[in-house]
């Protein structure tokens, strides 16, 4: 990774969260209202496993990480985030409140991620 990128991560206010691309937001208030799963870097991040979180971040989640990690801690239920255990729970958690089976979410899964993908693609060339 660029150390240039990690300094840029580093400046400025950390609450400030337009460095977040809105295909992360949009995923974590998914997690946090439906227990959708989070890719990768979110997983790592709401796992509170910041040396994953830092290994499996793009350009963009690496400049986000700072405000991503504030948005987690002030936003998110406390009962969602913290480890991959409380992860884990909190999708079996809410995939049971909506009375779904772990196999209806996979197609759903795939759509938002293909969406993320195009919508982080998009962001990063703006």
């Not at 990774?1 to 400046?11: C, G, P, S």
């Not at 809105?22 to 990768?40: H, T």
Request: charged share 25%; proline share 5%; with cysteine.
């Amino acid at each position: 990774m660029d150390k240039n990128i990690l300094e840029e991560a580093m400046v400025g206010d950390p609450r400030n969260r337009s460095n977040i691309p809105p295909a992360l937001i949009e995923g974590l208030n998914l997690y946090a209202e439906q227990g959708v799963p989070l890719g990768s870097f979110l997983r790592a991040v709401v796992a509170n496993d910041f040396l994953d979180a830092v290994a499996r971040a793009d350009e963009y989640s690496m400049r986000a990480l700072p405000a991503v990690a504030w948005m987690v801690y002030q936003d998110l239920p406390c009962l969602c985030h913290g480890s991959r255990k409380v992860y884990k729970a909190w999708c079996a958690f809410r995939l049971a409140q909506r009375g779904g089976t772990e196999g209806d979410d996979l197609q759903a899964k795939a759509d938002k991620v293909s969406e993320a993908k195009r919508e982080a693609i998009e962001w990063g060339r703006s």
